[in-house]
């Protein structure tokens, strides 16, 4: 007897819909094709042994089972859940009639629980826009499918359940979305207002916060960088209920996602070691998985010591950096993660990090000191748009009782500014902040007038720019021009946005 189920896989972070043909013959055998990998070539003992101790009964005939499409590779556990149903229902153990509406995923243990597997949201996606009905899926899983809405979402915690439910037994009721309890978010605890003067570092931030800009931070060792940087999530606005959806996507499909949390409803801040390889950092492997700029998309990448990292891993970002996802080929087959993040960076000036300290003499040679700066290569260096300086904070202003301002207060502002953005580029795909507009919207809407291209060329002849940093400058003063609700960027904008390009190639060569 023949019988079909529907199973799903993840490619990139979308989802393809996986056909398995379950057909029991007499003879004694067992053939599993499809591309299947170890993980799921394992799954006959897996089954057989989950379906012996729940008192069903493993057919002792040839069992041949087809996974099509046939090209793609498939992986994981996902599919033993509903490689047992087939079983089953080609030998007459439970009612087939609703298979053809199910999309099934869970892996089994040997007692028949069913297991959590990564991957869900996606595949809940794609059985909804096919049409299927319903989804049975782990229970632990259940309300992270429940976030796509308009289709029903079982949750089932052993085989028993399924089959009971397939069989019109003790059908099992649909899951609907919980959302978490945010009362104890993780950033709570993490404020703006901690931070003791640093006027002109908040002010950085806010632009960068405002404009979705790449930032980096150079100054001495306790100057305050890793504390401003862990603060900046804090300032961000809010996702939207689409950028909610693509970064649970992404963690989903790492694995990543918090039993019953279903959506990500904060920003990512991911802050990965300086040991991190270039593969674990922009994805991929023998099947690709997303890295840790992926796991930023929508929130904050924050690369703490920056020329500590491998020059290897540091140079595989420019494309993803300039085009806000990365590719990753394999012979057979490629995938696409995306990956716009705002990239946070921190550095010393030297090797000891005293160089140019007020108080503290640097012990560096002036070849040390240019081989530690010249890690961060120039085209990299390019596609930062705001480059501070930090200074350490002076005891008047650590020792001082006074109020400076919350993260919700500034995070109002950015907001607005924000919201000015979303306004002008509403025609623009994929476009929702000065930082990612392209060379026709920056011809557009970053006009500037006669003085301040004369600033703006001054300033380029003598720091050495490069075309893409005067495009960063102009995307820049477009912010701070929106942060003075102006439609015209001002001479004053253009001249703060070249301040911070002070840390670029030439001027380090000079030090």
């Given amino acids: 007897m023949l019988v079909k189920t529907y199973s799903g896989t993840v490619l990139g972070i979308d989802s393809t819909l996986i056909t398995i043909e379950v057909n029991i013959q007499a003879g004694i055998n067992f053939f599993l094709v499809g591309l299947p990998d170890n993980a799921v070539k394992e799954s006959q003992q897996r089954i057989k042994a989950a379906l012996s101790n729940n008192k069903y009964q493993y057919p002792g005939k040839e069992i041949t089972i087809n996974m099509a499409p046939a090209d793609i590779r498939k992986e994981g556990s996902m599919h033993d859940l509903p490689i047992a149903i087939g079983i089953l229902g ?266 140019n300290h007020p108080e503290k003499a640097c012990v560096c040679s002036p070849i040390s000191v240019q081989r530690y700066l010249n890690k961060i290569s120039g085209p990299l260096l390019d596609r930062i748009d705001i480059h501070v300086e930090v200074t350490p904070v002076n005891f008047d202003d650590l020792s001082k009782h006074e109020a400076s301002e919350s993260s919700k207060t500034v995070r109002k502002r950015v907001e607005h500014v924000r919201d000015i953005q979303q306004k002008r580029y509403t025609n623009a795909h994929g476009v929702y902040a000065n930082a990612q507009i392209t060379p026709q919207l920056i011809e557009k809407h970053c006009a500037i007038g006669e003085d301040a291209k004369i600033m703006l060329k001054n300033a380029m002849d003598r720091l050495g720019l490069s075309a893409r940093a005067y495009d960063r400058i102009l995307k820049v003063a477009r912010t701070i021009a929106d942060m003075d609700n102006q439609e015209q960027i001002a001479l004053n904008h253009i001249a703060e946005a070249i301040q911070f390009r002070s840390l670029d190639r030439q001027q380090w060569s000079n030090t």
Avoid: W
């Fill in 90 to 355: 080609a030998s007459n153990q439970v009612k087939t009639s609703q298979l053809a509406d199910h999309l099934i995923i869970g892996e089994l243990s040997l007692d028949g629980t069913i297991k959590p597997v990564k991957g869900i949201l996606p595949i809940a996606i794609s059985a909804k826009k096919m049409g299927f009905k319903g989804i049975i899926v782990p229970q632990e899983n259940a309300n992270e499918a429940a976030i796509v809405g308009d289709i029903a979402v079982y949750g089932a915690q052993n085989i028993t359940e399924v089959v009971d439910h397939l069989s019109d037994i003790k059908p099992i009721l649909p899951s609907t979305y919980q959302k978490p309890t945010l009362s104890t978010m993780e950033f709570d605890s993490i404020d703006f207002r901690d931070v003791k003067g640093q006027l002109n570092i908040k002010r950085a931030f806010e632009i960068a916060a405002a404009g979705g800009h790449n930032i980096i931070l150079i100054g001495p060792p306790g100057s305050g960088k890793s504390m401003l940087a862990k603060r900046l999530p804090t300032i961000l606005p809010e996702m939207t209920k689409d950028e909610a959806l693509e970064t649970t996507k992404i963690h989903s499909v790492a694995g990543r996602i918090k039993l019953e949390q279903g959506l990500v409803q904060q920003r990512p801040f991911r802050k990965p070691h300086h040991t991190i390889s270039d593969v674990a950092l922009v994805g991929g492997g023998g099947y690709p998985q997303p890295g840790e700029i992926s796991l930023a998309h929508n929130g904050v990448l924050f690369l703490d010591e920056l020329p500590e990292y491998k020059r290897t891993v540091l140079e595989v970002m420019r494309q993803p950096l300039e085009d806000r996802n990365v590719t990753i080929s394999r012979a057979r087959f490629s995938v696409d993660y995306p990956a716009s993040f705002m990239l946070v960076a921190a550095m010393n000036p030297c090797p000891c990090g005293y160089f």
